[in-house]
């Protein structure tokens, strides 16, 4: 697009296979002139139709999109009818038994804070895996039910496994005590979410 022999593009945050992105950011450095809305208007004709660039806009010199990032949010989409639509399969997690809302809820607050989630994530860093999750709201009605993570960093797998940790215990599987369990090690976190119905859904600067 800008007729430079490199360019090197730095993303948001890193989303597992089979998950959506909403609104997901990236940043490169160019010498082009080229104006911004034409650069839209080319990555948009040339990407896969998969991909949509819906803003681009000029960044200061040392913006960058995953360390200047200050929170990261994730929406989990259920379907809770009685009969899976073929339409949204590919975007939605279809329940066949409705979760306990309250249930979740109550154990949902025990996720919230500063706490070391290496358990639940599959990440093998030597760096700290001290996250802070600053709320997890669910939300239903008599069709959807959607989880929404808001937190200043996610480990890798880190969303995917608490959202299938708290589905375990919304449906019966587990209790709302077991996230004590898992965050000292005398348990083990539920296996990772299907990753079709999850978004991420923001990124914060």
Do not use: W
Request: a negative charge; one cysteine or more.
């Amino acid at each position: 697009m800008t007729g430079e022999d490199s360019i090197e593009i730095h993303y948001g945050c890193r989303t597992e296979p089979g998950v959506h992105a909403y609104a997901q950011v990236a940043n490169f450095k160019t010498e082009s002139d080229m104006d911004v809305a034409d650069m839209k208007h080319y990555l948009n004709r040339y990407l896969p139709m998969d991909i949509a660039v819906t803003v681009v806009r000029e960044a200061a010199t040392r913006f960058h999109a995953q360390l200047a990032a200050t929170a990261k949010t994730y929406v989990y989409r259920m379907s809770i009818t009685d009969v899976p639509s073929i339409f949204e399969r590919k975007h939605t997690y279809h329940c066949f038994k409705v979760p306990d809302k309250k249930a979740m809820q109550e154990a949902a607050a025990l996720l919230t804070g500063s706490h070391d989630f290496k358990n639940f994530s599959d990440s093998k860093t030597s760096k700290s895996t001290v996250r802070e999750i600053y709320g997890i709201d669910i939300y239903s009605n008599e069709e959807e039910m959607q989880i929404l993570l808001d937190a200043d960093d996610f480990l890798y797998n880190m969303a995917r496994i608490i959202i299938g940790t708290l589905l375990d215990i919304g449906l019966g599987v587990r209790k709302k005590e077991d996230i004590t369990g898992i965050f000292n090690g005398t348990l083990e976190a539920s296996a990772p979410c299907d990753p079709k119905g999850l978004y991420l859904q923001e990124i914060s600067y």
